[in-house]
C-alpha cells in the first residue's frame, strides 16, 4: 500500500473545495437565466442537491460507483456501504498517495454538480418533490454505474481503454443527454415566445460563469490526483480551452447577430471546459487552443439548431455540456499523446483509440438516455413531475416555495 504525500493530499483536499464551489456557482449561472420568478426555485435545485448527493454518496454512492466490482465491470457492491473501510489511510483498490476519504471527497463533488446540470433543462415547470425523487434515483442508477464502467479499474470501459480524465462522459455526456429526455418528457414552458423568458440578469450567470472557471481548476487538474506535472499540465489545457471558446463563441454570435454577447462569452467559456475536462491529462496546450476552437463553433451551432427544433430544454443544457462532452471525449481520441498522459491518438499513429473513444460515447449515451426515459416515467408515476398551469403561471418560486426572490 503507498504512503499518504501531505502535497498530494493537500492538493485532493483543495481540489475537493474547489469542485464543491461549482454547485453554488451553477446556481448562479442558471439562476441568471431563467425569470424573475422562478429564481429561487432554480437555485434551489443546485442548492439542494448539494446536501441531498452528499448524503446518498456517503451512505451507498461511492460503493456502487468504486467499491469492488460485482462482476462483468457493471457496478460495485455494497462493501464500503456507509463508508465502511474507507479511512484516512490511501486505498490499495486505487493506489493513490492520499486518504482514502480524500479521493472519496473529491469524487463526491462530481457526484453532486451531475444531476444539478440536468435541472436547467427542465427549469421554471418542474414540481420540487419529483425533482428530489428523480436527483436520488439518477444519482444511484445511472451516474454510479456510469462512473463505475469508465473510471474503476474494473470497469468495463476503463478496460476497453476509454479515456476520460475528469469526466467528459461520466459527467458532461451522462447529464446532457438526460437533459435533452427529460426536456423532452416535460414538455416545452408555457408563453415561451414572450420576451419575458429573457434572462433576468446577465451578470448574475457571468458571476456564476466566473466560479465554474475557478472550480475548474480543480474538476480538471484535481483529476491527477496529486501536485505534479500532470496536475500543471491540466490546469493549463482547462484555461486555455475555455478561453478559446469563449473567444470562438462571441466571435461567431458577432458574426451572426451584429454584436459581441455577454452571456455568449460565458456559455462559450463553459462549453470549452466541458470539451477539455476527459482531454485535460492526455493532450497538450496547443491541443486544447484547438479543443476550445472546435467546439465553440459545434456547441454553437447545436444551440441554433435547437431553437430551431423549438425543443424546450431550457438552459441549453444538451447543447453545451451533451454536445461538448461528447465532442471531447472525441476529441480526446484524435489528439491525445503519450508525451503527456501515456496514449496516442488518431494523430499520433493510433486511430484505435478514436474507435474506443466513439464507443464509449455511444454507450454512455444510450444507457443515459434509456435509463432517464425510465426514471421519468416511475417518477410521474408517484408524483406528477410538472407543476399546474397556474403555478407555472405564478411562478416557481411561489408556488413551490413560497418565497419570493425580489421585493416589489
Known sequence: MPSIDTGDTAWVLMSAALVMLMTPGLALFYGGLVRRKNVLSTIMHSFFILGLVSVTWVLWGYSLAFGPDTGFGLIGGLDWLALEGVTGEPSDVY????????????????????????????AER????????????????????????????DGWLFGLGVLDFAGGTVVHLSSGVAALVA???????????????????????????????????????????????????????????????????????????????????????????VAITPAAGFVTPAASVLIGLGVGVVCYGAAQLRLRARVDDALDVFAVHGVGGAF??????????????????????????????LVGVAVVGMYSATATGAILFLVNLVTPIRVTGDAEEAGLDLAQHGEIAYQP
Open 328 to 357: 471531447g471525449a472525441i476529441a480526446t481520441g484524435v489528439f491525445a499523446t503519450s508525451a503527456v498522459g501515456g496514449v496516442d491518438g488518431l494523430l499520433a499513429g493510433n486511430a484505435d483509440q478514436l474507435v474506443t473513444q
Open 126 to 153: 418542474k414540481r420540487f418533490k419529483a425533482f428530489v425523487l428523480f436527483a436520488v434515483a439518477w444519482s444511484t442508477f445511472v451516474y454510479a454505474p456510469i462512473a463505475h464502467w469508465v473510471w474503476s479499474p
Open 183 to 273: 426536456a423532452l418528457f416535460i414538455g416545452r414552458r408555457t408563453g415561451l415566445v414572450e420576451p419575458s423568458t429573457e434572462p433576468h440578469d446577465v451578470p448574475m450567470t457571468v458571476l456564476g460563469a466566473g466560479l465554474l472557471w475557478f472550480g475548474w481548476f480543480g474538476f480538471n487538474a484535481g483529476s491527477a490526483v496529486g501536485a505534479n506535472g500532470l496536475a500543471a499540465t491540466a490546469f493549463v489545457t482547462t484555461n486555455t480551452a475555455a478561453a478559446m471558446a469563449a473567444i470562438t463563441w462571441v466571435t461567431i454570435s458577432w458574426l451572426h447577430k451584429g454584436t459581441p454577447s455577454v452571456l455568449g462569452a460565458a456559455i462559450g467559456a463553459v462549453a470549452g471546459l
Open 95 to 122: 493506489a493513490t498517495t492520499v486518504p482514502h476519504l480524500a479521493f472519496m471527497a473529491f469524487q463526491m463533488m462530481f457526484a453532486i454538480i451531475t444531476p444539478a446540470l440536468i435541472s436547467g433543462a427542465f
